[in-house]
């Protein structure tokens, strides 16, 4: 089975850009979890979406993020405009039930 | 957003050595707990969950203390391999999980 696949692996991009994340969930699953991982404050909880719906986005920093889900295959999460404070690691999970979560390979993003 | 805390190491033990992690959380409510592993720029992979009768895979321990409100995870017989970071996680009701910032493990030869 293929795991959560989530692209670009790596991004480097300028203050300012736009950045769109990819993820595919593992299919089945019906709960999909972005996250935010950096040494300082280890991996936060962004948003997470249950049957493509949007359930908790407590954990968005701000209006510069967002995240949508057009189906059960596929999520994005953007950042407009990016700063060089979202420097870190982005990782997509998916997960049958929210509890046992599997996660994707990671985004690693440094915005200069 | 509830407290979940690990010590965050790092633990520097002989290959052979038996090594203990504690996770201690803050809501009595929790229901369900687990130990993920995470090497070094990988993602998090899940490691095993805690029952509340503790359970053992292979050399790896997992118990739940209600009462003093922690988990833990014991590793028999250190391997190099062994090495990685050990992230808790636990669910409080009906929301995700939450997860704590790891301990560090470090097996040396």
């Known amino acids: 089975d293929a795991g959560v696949i989530q692209s670009p692996r790596h991004e480097v991009t300028e203050m300012g850009q736009e950045v769109t994340l990819r993820c595919k969930p593992i299919s089945g699953h019906d709960y999909l979890f972005w996250y935010r991982q950096t040494m300082m404050r280890g991996l936060e909880l962004l948003i997470y979406f249950n049957n493509n719906v949007p359930i908790d986005d407590s954990g968005m920093p701000e209006d510069r993020f967002s995240a949508k889900m057009p189906n059960a295959s596929f999520s994005t999460l953007k950042i407009q405009p990016s700063e060089p404070r979202d420097s870190a690691v982005y990782f997509c999970?998916?997960?049958?039930?929210?509890?046992?979560?599997?996660f994707g390979p990671g985004t690693r993003l440094t915005v200069t | 957003r509830k407290e979940v805390e690990q010590d965050p190491g790092p633990f520097n033990v002989p290959e052979g050595a038996t090594v203990a992690f504690n996770c201690t959380y803050s809501?009595?409510?929790?229901?369900?707990f687990f130990w993920y592993r995470q090497d070094c720029r990988k993602e998090p992979k899940l490691l095993m969950s805690?029952?509340?009768s503790g359970n053992e895979d292979g050399r790896f321990t997992a118990q739940l203390n209600r009462a003093s409100q922690y988990i833990s995870l014991l590793i028999r017989d250190s391997k190099l391999s062994d090495s990685a970071t050990y992230l808790c996680a636990v669910n409080y009701g009906n929301t995700p999980l939450v997860f704590g910032k790891g301990t560090r493990l470090s097996v040396i030869a």
């Open positions: 805690v029952y509340s």
């Open positions: 999970a998916s997960s049958p039930d929210s509890y046992e979560q599997y």
């Open positions: 809501n009595s409510a929790s229901q369900s």
